[in-house]
């Protein structure tokens, strides 16, 4: 049966059984075999996608080890474009810096300096939230956030990923789609062709939804290999994400 987010203790986890409940009938529709669903927005000004849905691991154990920033990164690295992530402590508080290029091997990098925070924690509710003022071709605010609650045995999360792009952002992106990123749409069904398949989002919604789908799926491969011999995790959260990916 699908657990609920009854009995929430704190406010906060009051709105995510609110969120949960609202959700109820997509989630149930959704068409990727799990309960999650996808969103996403391109106001001009700003860019975001967020994916919400359950995952099959309790939330005690999740909450108190993604608290960390060094585990953050053990998630944040099995994207496919992300090359590289690094913790650091400096005066102003912990910052994870995230590397990220195409998935090519050798391929060029840039570097995103996020300042990681603990927004909020409980027995019932986590936020973390990262955010960097600054990225490629003049891009900012980026923010990236993870908000979890209980839900029975499982945990519902809400993970959003946006930022504001620039005119060469713009410009950069529209040539990808031109070329390598041809064929590459997101998960929102906008219409349907002559033949009555759907057709799915394209342009920079697209690309943002894939690439929250893509750290929602890396947070479940992470999660998959925690039972595991430290040693062993790392593999075994790759191995657990080319499945997730396929």
């Known amino acids: 049966a699908v657990g609920t987010l009854a009995h929430a203790a704190s406010p906060e986890a009051a709105a995510m059984a609110a969120q949960h409940a609202a959700l109820k009938a997509r989630m149930d529709a959704s068409p990727f075999g799990r ?3 996808v969103d996403s927005d391109d106001g001009g000004e700003r860019v975001g996608g967020t994916i919400r849905g359950e995952l099959a691991h309790p939330f005690a154990p999740l909450a108190a080890r993604l608290r960390s920033p060094a585990e953050w990164c053990a998630v944040v690295v099995l994207h496919l474009n ?43 509710f986590l936020r973390i939230a990262l955010f960097a003022p600054s990225g490629p071709l003049a891009t900012r605010d980026y923010t990236l956030t993870l908000e979890a609650a209980p839900v029975g045995d499982r945990t519902f999360v809400v993970l959003a990923y946006g930022f504001r792009p620039s005119a060469g952002s713009r410009m950069a992106t529209a040539a990808y789609l031109a070329t390598a990123g041809r064929g ?49 995790r790392f593999d075994r959260s790759v191995q657990r994400m080319a499945v997730l990916t396929d």
């Open 35 to 37: 309960r999650l669903v």
């Open 82 to 124: 992300v090359k590289s992530c690094a913790h650091e402590r400096t005066a102003e508080g912990d910052v994870v810096t995230v590397r990220s290029g195409r998935k090519e091997y050798g391929s060029a990098t840039h570097a995103i300096r996020y300042r990681f925070t603990v927004a909020s924690a409980s027995a019932d």
């Open 184 to 232: 590459k749409p997101g998960f929102t069904v906008v219409g349907r062709d002559a033949a009555g398949s759907p057709v799915w989002i394209g342009g920079v919604r697209g690309i943002v939804e894939r690439n929250a789908m893509r750290n929602f799926l890396a947070l479940d491969a992470w999660l998959a290999s925690l039972d595991a011999p430290a040693a062993e």
